[in-house]
């Protein structure tokens, strides 16, 4: 099994390696720190495996599972996170994740999940309340009272987005995208009109609320 590796905490990375390395059949081809680097060296090396952490600067977890099915259709991504609420497990299904990990589980289940969603089966921790699962599996989209705000934006705006709500400015984001300055305050003007927030500081508290960002907390 070949697995390529993203967490942004050098030190976990690091811990994490070391763990997968000492699993039987398990190859790790890299590992990086940031959603952009995830996609590039998805698309590089088409890992079998993607071990995906949901919070990452510049593009977060959820955004690189949306894209890594055009640059490698066969690739599995099994989340790793801390997060256990209903919000962030329903976000990383509907981005299509094969599976969905706490990072205080067991060394065991950590093989158990890489085994089936490298078969093509689903893993959910047991750690992630039932209640939970079974409440998103029970409601339809038709049904859902609080649909998620971000998916009004497109992919570009949900990545300016974040960039904004992790203090880069404009002229910034616009050198990191590789765009001009017009193209970012186009993005930026139309994000604010579909959101009906004109404001930065509720434009952040909005993305750390439907998981876009890391609170002060995570």
Known sequence: MRVLLTDDHQL????????????????????CGDGHEALTLTDKLQPDVLLLDLSLPGLNGIEVARRVPKLSPSTRILIL????SAEY?????????????????AVEELKVALESVWQGRTYLSPAISQTVVEGFLRITDDERPAANPL????????????????GNGT???????????KTVEAHRTQLMERLAIYDVPSLVRLAVRYGLVPGESS
């Open 81 to 84: 996170s801390m997060h256990t």
């Open 151 to 166: 998916d009004r934006l497109t992919s570009r705006q949900r990545e300016i987005l974040q960039l904004i709500s992790e």
């Open 12 to 31: 976990v990375r690091a811990g994490l390696r070391a763990l997968l390395e000492s699993l039987g059949g398990v190859t790790v081809l890299a590992e």
């Open 89 to 105: 497990v329903a976000q990383a299904l509907r981005a299509g994740v094969a599976g969905y990990l706490v990072k205080d589980s």
């Open 171 to 181: 002229r910034a984001i616009a050198e990191r995208l590789q765009v001009s300055v």
